[in-house]
Nanobody
Framework: QVQLVESGGGVVQAGDSLRLSCAVF????????IDWFRQAPGKERDFVAG????????YYGEFTKGRFTVSRDSAKNLVALQMNSLEPEDTAVYYC?????????????????WGQGTQVTVSS
């Protein structure tokens, strides 16, 4: 059974940092990509950042503006999202999701597995 478990969310002030983790269980084929998405109340789920199966290539949403860094530890089946200089606009539920790695960020409907999400709240 495949399971993705996010952790690390919380309540912080503007300018602070958070590190989210996504633990991946049960994926026997390691050629999958792990991407982070976020969804704020009343808004669509947006791509945040992602990393390919090798961990060598990372992709970022434009709004991250160099503030976020995604990394992958394949030995530990962990994908981390380091978020610095957080802004109130970053408040959302953050999800990690997995799909087969075809070299690009896919439409949300094509992701096979999702975590339950972790809440990030940034106060001004």
């Amino acid at each position: 059974q495949v399971q993705l478990v996010e952790s690390g969310g919380g309540v912080v002030q503007a300018g602070d940092s958070l590190r989210l983790s996504c633990a991946v269980f049960g994926l026997t084929d390691n050629k999958y990509r792990i991407d982070w998405f976020r969804q704020a109340p009343g808004k669509e789920r947006d791509f945040v950042a992602g990393v390919d199966w090798s961990g060598a290539y990372a992709y970022y949403g434009e709004f991250t503006k160099g503030r976020f860094t995604v990394s992958r530890d394949s030995a530990k089946n962990l994908v981390a999202l380091q978020m610095n200089s957080l802004e109130p606009e970053d408040t959302a539920v953050y999800y990690c999701a997995a799909t087969s790695d075809d070299g690009y960020v896919k439409p949300i409907s094509q992701y096979d597995y999702w975590g339950q999400g972790t809440q990030v709240t940034v106060s001004s």
